[in-house]
Antibody
């Protein structure tokens, strides 16, 4: 059974870059579409983007200019960088996989709260 | 982007009730719709894909229906574990989008 775990700073200053890593166990990160999704305090879920290998990446167009994703096959991890953050980027960030390659999310990490504040 | 609208936003129900949650897409999405359940403080859990395919291990009291722009999640006989927030999500477009959620609370 696939297990995912997010890690990274819980507090980021405005204008800086938010960096998170998702560690995968029970499967190979290279076998799945790997996604980042966030949830604001109001409850709304927002898809950030997905990556499969390093050459197949799609982003939410509203965030595209600030997002970077990468995969580290040797560590079985994938990562998210979100640049120029503001308070509006405060959210619980989830990593998730799409094992069937259809576009829905069948495994999720527990989530990590990232607060943007000075 | 494809907008997903759920109704109602909140639903009050009792154990044993039959519950129906609606999800509407702003444009046709075929059957490319998933439903998730989220318990407080937990990550969403996939219940249904392709509008009506129940995930392995999900109780049969959950069912999904619909196609095009109108979809429904039904819980036939609400259990205590089912008080949660439910989200629909379209994957017809590569820009995945979710409904705003429906909270099922104790009446």
């Amino acid at each position: 059974q696939l297990r995912l775990q997010e890690s990274g700073p819980g507090l980021v200053k405005p204008s800086e870059t938010l960096s998170l890593t998702c560690s995968v166990s029970g499967g190979s990160v290279g076998d799945y579409y790997c996604n980042w999704i966030r949830q604001t305090a109001g409850g709304g879920l927002e898809w950030i983007g997905r990556i499969y290998s390093s050459a197949n990446i799609n982003f939410n167009p509203s965030l595209k200019s600030r997002v970077r994703m990468s995969v580290d096959m040797s560590k079985n991890q994938f990562s998210l960088d979100l640049a120029s953050v503001t308070a509006a980027d405060t959210a619980v960030y989830y990593c998730s996989t799409d094992s069937k390659w259809f576009g829905y999310f069948d495994s999720w990490g527990p989530g990590t709260l990232v607060t943007v504040s000075s | 982007d494809i907008q997903m609208t759920q109704s109602p936003s909140t639903l009050s129900a009792s154990v044993g009730d039959r519950v129906t949650i609606s999800c509407r897409a702003s444009q046709p999405i075929g059957s490319w719709l998933a439903w998730y359940q989220q318990l407080p403080g937990k990550a969403p859990k996939l219940l249904i894909s392709k509008a009506f395919d129940l995930e392995s291990g999900v109780p049969s009291r959950f069912s999904g229906s619909g196609s095009g722009t109108e979809f429904t999640l039904t819980i036939s006989g609400l259990h205590p574990d089912d008080f949660a927030t439910y989200y629909c999500q379209q994957y017809q477009d590569y820009w995945r989008t979710f409904g705003q959620g429906t909270k099922v609370e104790v009446k």
